[in-house]
């Protein structure tokens, strides 16, 4: 008998109540609501509260990704969770939401690092490891408490980014054709400053740096245009599909303009990508996972169409996939 396919079963989100708009940002450094939404499109984004961590986020996500799939906890025998604010360098924030949700013990849980990518990194091994038959159902989760890593004094990084969670559980494919058709993870190797929290790790060169994200906008954006541009050219060319059958691309949300010049290069219509990056600016690994339910939930993903996930972040790592909802 042929293995099922891998397919996404449900999916969910969870997104902090406060709302920081831009407006609030130009009273604490010199910009200002047009600068930020022009450049960006960004109008706002969520702050997590100071008790609320990227585990709790992450729970929340993922039991309402475990309520769409119609499966409950005890039913998950893996948890993989992407990245780059855990709660604590160990345990995995993935063993903390095991506990939050009741998960069993012989559920494999493990966290992965490929920053804004994080989310593709997590659903690629997720892939591999439900195909080869030894796990069935996979909690995928990215989920991110950035405003712990910013600086609140540089406006060049605190004005993008924002916290959230997206999560996913995939198993085996209900319906026929339905599934993951194909993944492309890399990552260029470019010097780490360009996008980096240089503190906060073992590194005795930068003990002293701060554990705040720096990065160097201008070289960032031309990287990652390029960068998705060509995964996303890969992945469809890989397995014969054109732009134009793709119903839904659901791009890393980091900037607007990022968006719409991957839009242009790949001569596909603005309304064919879902955006809410104005909403929510850069959730990093939470961001692809929050789009892709955000979509489904608004009708833009609908059974049997194709779908492009798409992302680059830090490292600089990317990845695309291609799925049939
Ligand atoms: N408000 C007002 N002015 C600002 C500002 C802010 N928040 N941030 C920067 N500026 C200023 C700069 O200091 C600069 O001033 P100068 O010309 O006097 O030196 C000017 O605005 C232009 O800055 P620049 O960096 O050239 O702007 P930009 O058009 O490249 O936009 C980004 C900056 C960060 C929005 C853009 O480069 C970007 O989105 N890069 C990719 C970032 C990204 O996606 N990172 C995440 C990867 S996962």
């Known amino acids: 008998m042929a293995t099922p396919s891998i397919a996404f079963l449900g999916t969910g989100s969870y997104t902090p109540t406060r709302i920081l708009s831009n407006q609030e940002i130009s009273q604490l450094v010199e910009t200002s609501d047009e600068w930020i939404l022009t450049r960006t499109g960004i109008r706002e984004r969520r702050i997590a509260a100071g008790t609320e961590t990227t585990a709790d986020m992450a729970a929340a996500a993922g039991k309402a990704a475990l309520e769409s799939a119609g499966l409950s906890p005890g039913d998950i025998d893996l948890v993989i ?10 345990p995995a924030t993935a063993c903390l939401v095991q506990q939050r949700l009741g998960i069993p013990s012989r559920a494999a849980c493990f966290d992965v690092n490929a920053a804004c990518t994080g989310f593709l990194y997590a659903l690629d091994t997720a892939w591999g490891m439900l195909s080869s038959g030894r796990y069935r159902h996979a909690l995928v989760i990215g989920a991110e408490k950035l405003s712990t890593v910013l600086d609140w004094k540089d406006r060049t990084t605190c004005v993008l980014f924002g916290d959230a969670a997206g999560a996913a559980v995939l198993g085996p494919a209900r319906r026929e054709s339905s599934g993951l058709i194909g993944t492309r993870l890399g990552s260029l190797p470019l010097p780490a400053d360009l996008l980096w929290v240089p503190g906060g790790g073992s590194s005795p060169a930068n003990l002293d740096d701060p554990r705040v994200i720096r990065m160097k906008g201008k070289e960032v954006f ?14 469809l060319e ?3 599909v054109s ?8 791009p890393h949300q980091a900037n607007l303009r990022i968006i719409e010049a991957i839009a242009h290069y790949l001569k596909l219509p603005m309304d064919r990508f879902y955006v809410n990056v104005d909403r929510y600016g850069n959730t990093s690994a939470a961001s692809v996972p929050l789009a892709l339910h955000e979509a489904q939930q608004a009708g833009r993903i609908r059974p049997g169409d194709l779908v492009l996930l798409v992302a680059f972040g830090a490292g ?3 990845g695309g996939a291609l799925v049939r909802w």
Request: net charge negative; with cysteine.
């Open 243 to 250: 732009a134009d059958q793709i119903a839904c691309v659901v």
């Open 222 to 235: 031309k990287v990652a245009v390029r960068a998705m541009e060509d995964v996303a050219r890969d992945i």
């Open 238 to 240: 890989q397995h014969h």
């Open 316 to 318: 600089l790592t990317y």
């Open 81 to 90: 969770l992407a990245t780059l604010t855990p709660d604590l360098p160990m």
